[in-house]
């Protein structure tokens, strides 16, 4: 590669100078210095130039007393060199008009501000500085810019922010700034050297641009033009462009190939690849794109096909799921992403305005800006691919448990906090399947959820799902029912829940699955409660709940459904992650009473209340129930005859006729003993302990009723 040939014209001491000659020395930028000219005889950076062997010269007017005749010497000396171009590194006087004829668009300055403030006649050194604390400006910096007739007033090239400091002096401001140049200069001399800048003064740049949502995408794209940015593009964001009078290349005018397969290859071109990969810091692949003839493209702008919106139409087909897969829009954002360091990539409508908030502060798209893009790409491609394959999955009724699995979540919320405040927390919420769930809900009023509302909402309404036949309501406290209760209407259902433990559902969550009207809302304002969840509130009901600012009230119309056949049940280990289909059964085939006494009807209905209640408890779990109202929950304890004792213990109305339920089998005869002798007529439990028999001649003992259910349902 040929190295660019430049002369560097100075006034001072040269450090930009010798910033130029370490970055060749040091890290073999492909530069040589021709020649360094001083207007100045005394000009230190001269000797920097002699230091170097580099040809120095000094053409002023103590040698040159005539301007004409200094204009006509300057311009020689620079034309025996053969110049590739000029570089104005503090050079303090104006370049003649027939330099700036002979050698337009190849004479660069380095100016010590963000042009256009603080430039023009008189703006140099120090003067510069002193006028931009005089201003009050937050940032300063440097520019790089092509030299034209006027002063400071040729095209942008590059610039850098310095950020000034409330105790900066014109010194200490002056400092910051030099070593900003220092890197800017030598930046701009490597992307003319490696092509990445016309020499002919026209900056290079090319944004391909294809998207699916077109918000904000056309004033984005008229704003990027104006920063001389050449627009590609195809299909409907053409056709989107061409409408808004936006100029726009065609891509087959990139690659020289015209679509084909239906639109299903477009982009897949080497010349489309190669100019988004190629890395502008290497010579080989600028040498590559050379010989190639592939131009580079600097900005991708991409989203793509809308999977999601596409397989959760009713009634979609497989065969439009799968012409929904967006192809090369990922390959094009992942090489893009993988090239960030010289390509801006943006797959997000709403980060167009921080590019062009940076391009109209005068300054590059910065690294840490193309690092969060590139990002957010990986982020986004990273969760496409994860849908459709979840989609393939189910669809395809495959193996639920592959041997690598991978999970997509959207963002619905940050939370304040996690469990404890010290603890950082968000909400997510699956793709698919959330008809029913919480993710669904709309808040209509009230505080921010956080993490332990969710928690235990989510919990209330796993709950409230068993219970579709009735009124119900649904008490949770800690992610554990407190209270729950079927009646003949909503505000029965909710005494009956509340009566059970009217401590505990202080501060707790209610769910009910009726519409809540205004006698039920007054009588839910008589305590704290944290959240309602219902499917509908009438409106002089919500008004009377709204009196309480802070009650988060949450309307969730499906809530009644229930999760499917397919959803997973997730637990976070160390190092980690069990996974297991979601408890949607309640009994198994082998339901049947085990005892010489059988359950009557009214018995029977009401142990298969209480075993919907138990299915929701911590385990070990008890619940004692009567006539559609939990009385006792024992829950979370090591033993079961502790669990029992504790629901026995903790109910408010006397336990005599009512049932008991137990989420696992009674591995000894005590549980049965004490619920004998609280009054407790029938039992139903899962069985499958090798005292089954004990424990069923225990209930014998006392004309107890008892029920296998054949299934067990633990919960931890």
Not at 90 to 108: D, M
Not at 386 to 403: F, S, V
Request: charged share 25%; net charge negative; with cysteine.
């Amino acid at each position: 590669m040929r190295k660019l040939r430049i002369a560097v014209l100075i006034s001072g001491g040269g450090s930009n100078l010798q910033a130029i000659i370490d970055a060749v020395q040091g890290r073999g930028l492909p530069v040589e210095i021709a020649c360094v000219i001083s207007n100045r005889k005394d000009a230190f950076g001269l000797k920097r130039a002699e230091k170097f062997d580099i040809e120095a010269y000094y053409i002023g007017k103590g040698n040159y007393p005539v301007e004409k005749d200094r204009n006509d010497a300057l311009l020689a000396t620079l034309n025996q060199e053969r110049l590739d171009l000029i570089v104005l590194a503090g050079y303090l006087a104006i370049i003649p008009s027939e330099v700036i004829q002979a050698y337009r668009g190849k004479i660069i300055n380095i100016h010590p501000s963000l042009i256009p403030k603080h430039c023009g006649p008189g703006y140099y050194g120090h003067h510069v500085h002193q006028s931009v604390l005089d201003a009050g400006d937050p940032i300063s910096g440097a520019t790089t810019h092509f030299v034209d007739e006027g002063v400071d007033t040729g095209a942008i090239i590059y610039q850098e922010t310095v950020p000034v400091l409330t105790d900066d002096t014109v010194e200490s401001l002056s400092q910051r700034v030099l070593r900003v140049e220092h890197e800017l200069l030598v930046k701009t001399l490597e992307d003319f050297a490696y092509g990445r800048i016309n020499r002919g003064g026209v900056m290079k740049k090319r944004a391909l641009i294809s998207v699916s949502d077109k918000t904000g995408i056309v004033e984005f794209a008229k704003k990027l033009q104006l920063h001389g940015v050449e627009l590609i593009s195809t299909g409907g964001t053409e056709k989107a462009l061409r409408e808004a009078g936006v100029p726009v290349m065609n891509i087959t005018d990139v690659t020289g190939f015209p679509e084909c397969l239906d639109g299903r290859v477009k982009t897949l071109h080497p010349a489309v690849h190669g100019g988004i990969l190629a890395m502008r810091s290497s010579e080989d692949h600028m040498e590559q794109l050379k010989k190639l003839g592939i131009e580079t493209i600097d900005y991708v702008i991409i989203n793509l096909y809308p999977f999601k919106n596409t397989v959760i139409k009713p009634g979609v087909t497989f065969e439009e799921a799968i012409e929904n897969i967006d192809i090369g829009g990922p390959t094009m954002l992942r090489s893009a992403a993988k090239n960030h360091q010289d390509v801006v990539v943006i797959v997000d409508p709403s980060d167009y305005e921080r590019v062009i908030s940076e391009l109209e502060s005068g300054a590059n798209v910065s690294h840490d800006t193309k690092y969060d893009l590139a990002l957010k790409v990986f982020q986004h491609t990273a969760h496409y691919d994860a849908m459709i394959a979840e989609y393939l999955m189910k669809h395809g009724k495959r193996n639920p448990y592959p041997e690598t699995l991978t999970l997509t979540f959207e963002k619905v919320q940050d939370l304040r906090y996690g469990e404890n405040p010290h603890q950082n927390a968000a909400f997510y919420k699956e793709v698919f399947e959330t008809k029913g769930t919480l993710s669904d809900a709309i808040q209509i009023h009230g505080k921010e959820l956080s993490y332990n509302n969710i928690n235990d909402a989510s919990g209330a309404l796993a709950l409230l799902k068993e219970l579709e036949e009735k009124p119900a309501v649904v008490a949770v406290k800690h992610a554990s029912p407190c209270g729950v209760g079927t009646g003949f209407d909503i505000l029965h259902a909710y005494t009956k829940a509340y009566d059970c433990d009217p401590v505990s559902i202080f501060g707790g969550i209610v769910a009910v699955n009726r519409k809540v009207d205004l006698k039920t809302a007054e009588k839910m304002n008589e305590t704290f409660l944290e959240i309602i969840i219902a499917p509908d509130f009438d409106d002089d009901a919500l008004e009377c709940l709204k009196q309480k600012k802070n009650l988060r009230l949450l309307k969730l119309p499906e809530i009644s459904v229930k999760p499917s056949d397919m959803q997973k049940d997730m637990k976070k280990t160390p190092g980690g992650l069990l996974v297991q289909n979601a408890d949607t059964l309640l009994v198994g085939e082998a339901l049947r009473s085990v005892t010489e006494r059988i359950p009557t009807k009214k018995e029977m209905e009401e142990l298969l209340f209480a075993w919907k209640v138990v299915k929701h408890a911590k385990s070990n779990g008890i619940v004692i129930t009567r006539d559609g109202q939990t009385l006792g929950l024992g829950q979370g304890q090591v033993s079961r005859v502790w669990a029992t004792e504790n629901a026995i213990r903790q109910s408010n109305f006397p336990t005599k006729g009512a049932v008991l339920a137990s989420d696992a089998f009674f591995p000894f005869a005590d549980s049965i003993k004490a619920a004998a002798e609280a009054g407790i007529t029938a039992i139903i439990q899962p069985g499958g302990s090798m005292r089954d028999q004990e424990v069923i001649d225990e209930a014998n003992k006392y004309g107890m009723a008892m029920v296998f259910t054949g299934m067990r349902h633990f919960k931890h």
